[in-house]
């Protein structure tokens, strides 16, 4: 019953926030609140392997229901949700938005889609939730975006739509194989895909795995990405790239690795070559950017490329790290683009040729530029260490022949990823000072934000323990 | 049964009301208790039938099973919604505002036998029933040279394919020497009898004739186009449905043991149904005709239930029916109230009225197929009903690649309301009581696409 408050409590927020104009920002960051301290119980419920689970009667016509399942991976997924969306609603409670009933009703839909993502154990569910988070996303670029908003945004929306009628097929397909009639239980459709002959799973592989990469966004389906990081108001990007993304590796591991087994063994070092060409590919157009968002987007592609390999890598060690690294890197990545926002507030632009001496202007800003920026490339003592150790670990120790050529050409994204990362941190808090042209150092409001995600990484990054035990029973439950 | 001779009585106390009501308005208020009498009619029999035996009428020649009975009620309620919509439009058309209620009810008078029918001639009279109230329906506006083409058109393109249906059942008679559609026995043995299946080809035409199937689809744009906005909502929709399960039952009633000589003929006007109508909706420019191909695209998401013979197609024709048919009609009733169908005309909308581009958007959604509106289950049924039969999963897959298609011209409308600039105007007053009635078929679109199975009773 608790897990349904997890949906429950931001979808009926949102809707009360598109009638309430003033207070919308009052209800976003209480209802917030409130789904983190439901995510804080029921993750303390959760030791290794245990789970949550509930369920009510939905369409009996189609074998489904509404069931809702918590494991270590789904319970520290709505963690992160619960974590960053009062982030966002904190950094952004002194800025004005237009119409901002619906812009936080919206931002609050898309919470409740992306928490539905993570918990349903039903199929139809799934493919119903992973869509509902879509559609308010898709009105936040559109309406509160940048200039070319309308175009990318709608590209954004058709590529992840084609994706997402793929993975229907798959689902009907396999709903029905089950002996019993119709059924979308996750259980079901694992057992139903892993009995199927080699040559069926090989096709649903496809259709269900493309759908996921386009989400995540895996090279080379990642090309409506840049832009739409680019044109998004930052709110919407960090739920895009901090949460929906997680949504792509999610899907992976739950409704991929396990339902079409032999497919994945067969495919997996073709996604891992993939990856692993994203790696280096996305970390050279990173180096070129100039543009801070756009960085930041090709080096989350960057990121999310060492994810996608360890999760074909079939090893225990690489598994417990993606689901640490997923938590890390959203973690991360909220914070780069808190400050990459107040950057462009502060100095009107994001371009890093026109930026300079902020550790001068803006010292404490600086200061958490910096801890972000080593979180990104994953130094010791920051979380980020922590995750990719042990995706590293994971891809040296997998089956696969290849694993050491995986494991260089996967290092070298990382030696790219200082390389972009340490350049941008010197292009725009050292040189040549440019003032400031509004504001000040951080805010308030910003510096509890900033100071809950340095905290989490510094905490993270020197006692990983709990999300180690979190998600302790995954890898175990997620590969039979 | 009694709704057949419900529709019929209902339709000519409906003309009589024109000659002694004069007020228009009063007509409007006069044909609102007629569909309302009549959705009672068809609620009150779905609520005595009995689930096992099917009643049997005029010589075995209707056969009005609890299918036919609870899908009347869904038409009767759709159109209900339509005339409480759309009742001020159809007054708007011209002065003859009684017959077009009557009209309308003749036209359902034919859709109840379409639906029941156990005989080709009952079949016959049903399609012409449904049909020639439409040509004149089509031809309302006077005045406008569109709709007489549109009529006139719809006409002669009508009879010819009448003749291709009489032809079939024809054919038909000559190879099995009965009418009776249960009665087709024969043709479960080996050797198959060549008159038969040309039959069978003929009388496959003329359905998809009725139910603009690619590539007898050319009128539809035109004759949509055409005709008054109000009655195309109601062509386009509800008479659309009725067609497609007046093809539902003989093809899998009557043709069902013979599937594998006709399916992949189906399946090919399936796929080529889909790719022309939303191709060629991406290019247009003005919504109305936009909604013309999209209506030939959703037949031919139709056109799945009748290529997979199993009885989730038969639930699939309901789901689908409604959720089209809500969805469409709404659609209609808003662009009717606005002065230019061109998508410019939806500039702006929700800035000028934010109830109505959400009612709007809801209704595209569901058009497109996104989850929690009746569109998304709909279309889910009856792709269920095709991977249920096998071998058709390419097209399945195929008919997904077009329903993504479909996303791009229907966002064009929800880009123009919310995102770009503009004054919509209005060609009518949008009253309450208008923002109500939206507001009722938006939550039975997403209730549609919630639980479904609310829609299907013990089907």
Not at chain 1, 17 to 31: E, N, P
Not at chain 1, 368 to 386: E, R, S, Y
Request: aromatic fraction near 12%; proline fraction near 3%.
């Amino acid at each position: 019953m608790i897990l349904i408050l997890l949906i429950l409590i931001p979808l009926v927020a949102g809707i009360i926030s598109m009638f309430a104009k003033g207070a919308a920002k009052g209800i976003a960051l209480f209802s917030s609140l409130a789904t983190l301290a439901v995510a804080i119980l029921i993750s303390t419920d959760i030791h290794s392997g245990a789970q949550i689970s509930w369920s009510m009667p939905w369409i009996p016509t189609l074998g489904s229901e509404i069931s809702l399942l918590a494991d270590g991976m789904s319970a520290m997924l709505c963690l992160l949700v619960g974590i960053v969306m009062p982030v966002i609603f904190i950094t952004n409670s002194d800025k004005e938005v237009e119409n901002q009933g619906s812009f936080y009703g919206l931002m609050l839909l898309s919470q409740a889609g992306i928490t539905g993502v993570f918990l349903a154990s039903d199929a139809l569910l799934f493919y119903f939730f992973w869509e509902l988070a879509l559609v308010p996303v898709y009105f936040l670029c559109s309406i509160w975006g940048g200039e070319k908003r309308i175009a990318v945004t709608f590209k954004f929306f058709v590529y992840t739509f084609v994706g997402s009628v793929m993975l229907l097929a798959a689902l009907i397909y396999l709903s029905l194989q089950n002996p019993g009639g119709n059924s979308f239980a996750w259980n079901n459709i694992v057992r139903a895909g892993a009995s199927l002959p080699a040559d069926q799973q090989q096709w649903l592989f496809w259709l269900i795995f493309i759908a996921f990469a386009i989400k995540m966004p895996m090279f080379p389906f990642h090309t409506w990405q840049p832009d739409t990081y680019e044109q998004s108001p930052t709110p919407v990007t960090i739920i895009l790239s901090a949460l929906m993304v997680k949504m792509g590796v999610f899907g992976v591991v739950r409704w991929l690795l396990p339902v079409v087994p032999e497919a994945v063994a067969f495919w997996s070092d073709t996604v891992i070559t993939l990856s692993v060409i994203g790696i280096v590919y996305a970390s050279l157009l990173a180096i070129v950017q100039t543009d801070l968002k756009r960085l930041v987007a090709y080096s989350s592609i960057a990121h999310m490329g060492l994810m996608s390999a360890t999760a074909f890598s079939d090893t225990n060690v690489g598994m417990h790290g993606l689901m640490v690294q997923m938590f890390n890197h959203g973690i991360n990545i909220a914070g780069m683009w808190v400050i990459i926002s107040m950057v462009e507030q502060r100095w009107g632009t994001r371009n890093m040729k026109e930026l300079g001496g902020m550790a001068s202007t803006a010292p404490l800003m600086t200061i958490a530029l910096v801890v972000i920026a080593l979180a990104n490339i994953a130094l010791p003592l920051t979380n980020g260490f922590v995750g990719e150790f042990m995706l590293f670990n994971g891809l040296f120790v997998s089956g696969s022949q290849y694993h050491i050529v995986f494991m260089v050409i996967a290092g070298l994204g990382i030696i790219l990823g200082a390389v972009y990362t340490l350049n941008m941190v010197q292009r725009t808090a050292y040189g040549e000072t440019v003032a400031m042209k509004t504001g000040g150092d951080l805010a308030a409001s910003e510096y509890i934000g900033l100071a809950i995600i340095i905290g989490l990484i510094i905490l993270l990054g020197v006692y990983p323990a709990p999300l180690l035990q979190l998600t302790a029973g995954v890898s175990g439950l997620m590969m039979p | 049964m009694k709704a057949i001779i419900a529709a019929t009585l209902l339709g000519v106390i409906m003309m009589f009301t024109g000659l002694f009501v004069k007020d228009k308005k009063q007509v409007v208020s006069v044909a609102i208790i007629a569909f309302l009498a009549l959705l009672g009619i068809t609620v009150w029999e779905v609520a005595e039938a009995s689930a096992t035996a099917p009643a049997m009428l005029f010589n075995n020649m209707l056969r009005i099973d609890s299918y036919a009975l609870w899908f009347n009620m869904m038409m009767a309620g759709c159109t209900f919604l339509y005339v409480l919509l759309m009742g001020k439009d159809v007054m708007r058309v011209g002065n003859h505002v009684a017959e077009y209620f009557a009209l309308i009810l003749f036209i359902l008078c034919g859709i109840f036998l379409l639906t029941g029918y156990n005989n080709l001639l009952m079949l016959f009279l049903g399609i012409e029933i449904m049909s020639i109230p439409q040509y004149i329906l089509a031809g309302a506006d006077r005045r406008n040279l569109k709709s007489n083409e549109a009529s006139l058109k719809y006409f002669l393109m009508g009879a010819f394919t009448t003749g291709l249906l009489l032809m079939g059942i024809t054919l038909l008679y000559g190879a099995t020497g009965s009418f009776y559609i249960t009665d087709f026995t024969f043709l479960r043995t080996e050797s198959l009898n060549p008159l038969a299946l040309a039959g069978i080809l003929f009388i496959l035409v003329s359905f998809a004739f009725k139910v603009s199937a690619v590539p007898v689809h050319m009128w539809t744009p035109d004759v949509y186009d055409g005709s008054p906005t109000a009655f195309t909502a109601f062509m386009s929709t509800i008479v659309k449905a009725g067609a497609f399960v007046g093809f539902l039952r003989l093809f899998h009633i009557a043709f069902g043991s013979l599937s594998e000589h006709w399916m992949m003929i189906v399946a090919l006007i399936t796929a080529a149904t889909l790719l022309v109508g939303n191709v060629t909706a991406v290019f247009q420019q003005s919504v109305k005709r936009m909604l013309a191909y999209s209506s030939i695209a959703q037949a031919g998401f139709m056109l799945f239930a009748i290529a997979a013979v199993n009885a989730s197609a038969w639930q699939g024709m309901i789901i689908y029916g409604v959720a089209y048919s809500l969805a469409t009609i709404g659609m209609f009733s808003v662009l009717i109230k606005l002065k230019d169908y061109t998508y410019d005309g939806f500039n702006g909308l929700a800035k000028k009225q934010p109830a109505l581009a959400f009612f709007t958007t809801i209704f595209l959604l569901s058009l497109a197929g996104i989850p929690l509106t009746g569109g998304f289950m709909a279309k889910y049924f009856v792709l269920n009903a095709a991977v249920q039969q096998g071998d058709m999963l390419w097209l399945v897959i195929f008919a997904l690649l077009m329903a993504a298609i479909s996303v791009y011209y229907y966002f064009r409308v929800i880009i123009a309301m919310y995102f770009k600039q503009g004054e919509a105007e209005m060609a009518v007053e949008v009253n309450s009581s208008d923002k109500i009635l939206l507001g009722i078929t938006c939550a039975l679109v997403i209730l549609l696409g919630a639980a479904p199975h609310l829609f299907l009773g013990s089907i």
